[in-house]
């Protein structure tokens, strides 16, 4: 028992530890904890986010990997590195492109027109112009035969042919027929498509036209999703049902049962029943995180709470213009939100405590 124990803690200790985040301070890149700690002090002129494990940066022109502890794991011998992925990684040397593992050893794999990353478990393979799948072992999982193959989302990707589209899973296996003009994400079965003029949602693979929609966005995290028709935005369930009637001039996705709407010039939020919960009156405003908070705008950004509390004062930039960041999350994930004061970045927990106490000359996400 006492063994088990120990190895639970073990693997949290391992996971938290290497949940670090890529921050810019006097110039130079290091990687600060959750606690707002340095876990490795800021002496990198170039540095990536760390994925699977391993962060890449650069030393001596080269590029390498290093672990949570700032040891060298791959040493610094490429021209050219992506993100691991899946165990896998994109490297170019010697201007030849390869995957490589965590030994930094060279992987086989098919002929490819070009090296795509891995997306859990597959990575696209392109031969003759067209796109199929490869496993970690670099096996053939799904032989190139697409136009087009977009990235995953969980265990789905889009997937296009003689300008049709449809749905697969990572065997390979077709889920919806490209057959539509445009296709949406595959959420619980269900996604939204446009078949000639008219839009709607494949349920069990039958389309569904709903009269009068001329555009349906993507499902999010909960079974609503909005649309619009003449002009006004509304929101659509599973199957194809409106249940909250097209009348917002502009709306985003629910979650926590609540959804930001737009009336008369102003946000707000409304519940599952379409009814307003909490006021417009903010310039913009966002999604709800699993956090429960949500981003509003006055004159600059805050955060409140599910019942329209202002938790975090709108004090703050929550988005970059012009930086190294790749990935622009807006709100609050895992316990933590990124914003700017001050010409500076930071990270604010849900109480608008600033993490560590201290502001940063860039920060990207955890």
């Given amino acids: ?7 639970l803690i073990l693997c949290v200790q391992v996971s938290f ?5 890529l921050v810019k301070q006097n110039g130079k890149l290091g990687y600060i904890d959750r606690t707002g700690q340095f876990a490795i002090k800021p002496m990198y ?6 994925s699977d494990g391993l962060a890449a940066v650069k030393d001596q ?4 990997f290093i672990d949570a502890k700032g040891k060298w794991v791959i040493p610094a011998s490429f021209d050219g590195i992506n993100d691991f992925n899946s165990g896998l990684c994109v490297v170019e040397k010697d ?5 490589i593992n965590k030994k930094g050893e060279e992987v086989k794999t098919p002929p490819t027109e070009k090296y795509f990353d891995f997306e859990g478990g597959v990575a696209f393979i392109r031969q003759a112009n067209k796109v199929g799948l490869i496993n970690t072992k670099g096996n053939i999982v799904l032989e190139p035969k697409f136009d087009m193959i977009k990235s995953f989302q969980g265990e789905y ?3 296009k042919n003689n300008d049709r589209w449809g749905i697969i899973d990572k065997t390979g296996k077709v889920i919806v027929e ?13 996604t939204w498509a446009k078949n000639g003029d008219a839009f709607g949602l494949v349920i069990n693979g039958k389309f569904k036209a709903i009269e009068g929609v001329d555009k349906i966005w993507d499902f999010h995290v909960q079974d609503l999703t909005y649309a619009r028709k003449n002009k006004k935005i509304g929101f659509i369930n599973l199957k194809g049902e409106w249940a909250i009637e097209p009348k917002f001039d502009k709306a985003r996705a629910f979650c926590k049962n609540l959804a930001p709407v737009y009336i008369g010039k102003k946000w707000g939020y409304i519940n599952t029943s379409g009814a307003i919960v909490i006021d417009p009156v903010y310039n913009d405003a966002e999604i709800f995180s699993e956090d429960g908070l949500a981003p509003v705008k006055e004159k600059d950004w805050g955060f409140i709470d599910t019942k329209g509390k202002m938790i975090i004062p709108t004090n703050y930039a929550i988005t970059a213009a012009l930086s190294f960041l790749e990935d622009d ?5 895992k316990g933590l939100a990124r914003v700017k004061n001050n010409g500076k970045w930071g990270f604010l927990d849900t109480k608008g405590q600033l993490l560590g106490n201290q502001w940063f000359e860039n920060a990207e996400l955890f």
């Fill in 1 to 7: 028992m006492k063994k088990i124990l120990l190895f």
């Fill in 17 to 21: 530890a290497q949940d670090l985040a």
């Fill in 45 to 50: 002129d170039k540095a990536k986010n760390f």
């Fill in 61 to 64: 022109n080269k590029w390498g």
């Fill in 95 to 99: 201007k030849r492109h390869f995957y």
């Fill in 157 to 159: 990707a889009r997937v």
């Fill in 178 to 190: 490209p057959v539509y003009d445009e296709i949406g994400n595959y959420f619980k079965g269900v």
């Fill in 329 to 333: 999350l807006k709100g609050f994930s």
